[in-house]
């Protein structure tokens, strides 16, 4: 008798268990998004000291911003990893 089709919460948990798994991997995604959410407020603060008001300043400055939200999610993404994701596998382990 063929199986039923997977629901996508089987997926989703498959994904999250997969995620909590590797704390290699999500403590380097905590370390580079914080690294690059850091160099991101960095590049902002040294744009706005150094650079007169122009268009420039602004680009240089968005860029730091997105750097900024960049590394924030990925940091995120890692944290949770090594938390959230793991308390996830601990309370829905099928075995």
Known sequence: MPSPPKKPTNRLLTWLNRRGENQ???????????????????????????????IEQEMI???????????????????????LFRLIKFFHNDD
């Open 24 to 54: 290699k991997h999500n403590l380097q995604l905590l370390i580079i998004g914080a690294g690059v959410f850091f160099f991101g407020t960095g590049l902002i603060i040294w744009v706005d000291r150094t650079m007169p008001s122009s």
């Open 61 to 83: 400055a968005l860029v730091g911003s997105i750097l900024c939200v960049i590394g924030i999610l990925t940091a995120l993404l890692g944290y949770l990893g090594l938390s």
